[in-house]
């Protein structure tokens, strides 16, 4: 693992996008696994820069998402679907038909799931990019997900839904469940990069890095990944 500090979100950002643009730069068809959360924003707003100053294209890129919600449907503002159009996609020239999300359809998840796997499988992501939950989730590979899993439905610890309460105006709105990319499928990828930023994460990250590799803290299998950069900031990185 090649563990970077920076100095702030924004240095974090920076660094994040710098990889990004020099892979897209390299291969301009790449295949990226993407992510949601606070987290990415910056990277994906610096992206944005990027191309609107014409450094990168996204024209032959395709995007695989780690997760969506259950029981909310896309056109949702909160669902991942809507996320990634507002922070990325409608301003970028990607071709919707490069686009994947886990779809969320309850009446056809079964086959959209392992439809899911088997695309992922076909287009092994060139970069993952991941953020860390506080319980040291992946995706929403919860504390005690196999790490034999490929794209499954979740469901969600109140842990979780109360970080992601802040999306929402209430409990009750947050949905209990979702589907999200398997620690295996997560693993395939060639390389990965997990960005953390704050004081909240710096447990989990500390887990992450320097505890033993346990299905209870789902990022620490990451350990065990041969080509992972961790980008933090200095809280994110504080108990190091
Ligand atoms: C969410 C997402 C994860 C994300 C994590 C941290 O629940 N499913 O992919 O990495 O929580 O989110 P944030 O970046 O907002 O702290």
Same mark, same amino acid.
């Given at each position: 693992?090649?563990?970077?500090?920076?100095?702030?979100?924004?240095?974090?950002?920076?660094?994040? +996008?710098?990889?990004?643009?020099?892979?897209?730069?390299?291969?301009?068809?790449?295949?990226?696994?993407?992510?949601?959360? +606070?987290?990415?924003?910056?990277?994906?707003?610096?992206?944005?820069?990027?191309?609107?100053?014409?450094?990168?294209? %996204?024209?032959?890129?395709?995007? %695989?998402? /780690?997760?969506?919600?259950?029981?909310?449907?896309?056109?949702?503002?909160?669902?991942?679907? #809507? %996320?990634?159009? @507002?922070?990325?996609?409608?301003?970028?020239?990607?071709?919707?038909?490069?686009?994947?999300?886990?779809?969320?359809?309850?009446?056809?998840?079964?086959?959209?799931?392992?439809?899911?796997?088997?695309? /992922?499988?076909?287009?092994?992501?060139?970069?993952?990019? /991941?953020?860390?939950?506080?319980?040291?989730?992946?995706?929403?590979?919860?504390?005690? #997900?196999?790490?034999?899993?490929?794209?499954?439905?979740?469901?969600?610890?109140?842990?979780?839904?109360?970080?992601?309460?802040?999306?929402?105006?209430?409990?009750?709105?947050?949905?209990?469940?979702?589907?999200?990319?398997?620690?295996?499928?997560?693993?395939? #990828? @060639?390389?990965?990069?997990?960005?953390?930023?704050?004081?909240?994460?710096?447990?989990?990250?500390?887990?992450?890095?320097?505890?033993?590799?346990?299905?209870?803290?789902?990022? +620490?299998?990451?350990?065990?990944?041969?080509?992972?950069?961790?980008?933090?900031?200095?809280?994110?990185?504080?108990? /190091?």
């Amino acid at each position: 693992m090649q563990v970077i500090i920076c100095k702030d979100y924004e240095e974090v950002s920076q660094e994040a +996008s710098r990889l990004v643009v020099n892979l897209l730069r390299k291969n301009p068809r790449a295949i990226l696994g993407l992510a949601t959360g +606070s987290t990415p924003i910056g990277l994906y707003q610096n992206l944005i820069r990027a191309y609107n100053n014409n450094e990168i294209s %996204f024209k032959d890129v395709k995007s %695989f998402n /780690l997760d969506e919600y259950l029981g909310l449907p896309r056109t949702h503002a909160e669902s991942f679907y #809507s %996320f990634m159009h @507002r922070h990325l996609f409608d301003h970028i020239d990607i071709k919707e038909e490069n686009v994947h999300l886990p779809n969320n359809d309850e009446d056809t998840l079964k086959k959209d799931i392992n439809d899911y796997t088997e695309a /992922l499988k076909k287009n092994v992501p060139d970069l993952q990019i /991941l953020g860390i939950g506080a319980n040291g989730h992946i995706g929403f590979n919860e504390p005690g #997900s196999s790490f034999d899993s490929e794209t499954f439905a979740v469901d969600l610890t109140l842990k979780t839904r109360i970080d992601n309460l802040r999306f929402f105006n209430h409990i009750d709105e947050v949905p209990t469940r979702a589907v999200t990319m398997g620690i295996k499928t997560i693993m395939r #990828s @060639r390389q990965i990069l997990l960005m953390a930023t704050g004081e909240g994460k710096a447990e989990a990250v500390m887990k992450m890095i320097k505890g033993s590799v346990t299905e209870t803290l789902p990022a +620490s299998i990451l350990q065990k990944h041969n080509n992972v950069v961790v980008i933090l900031d200095e809280l994110a990185a504080s108990r /190091l």
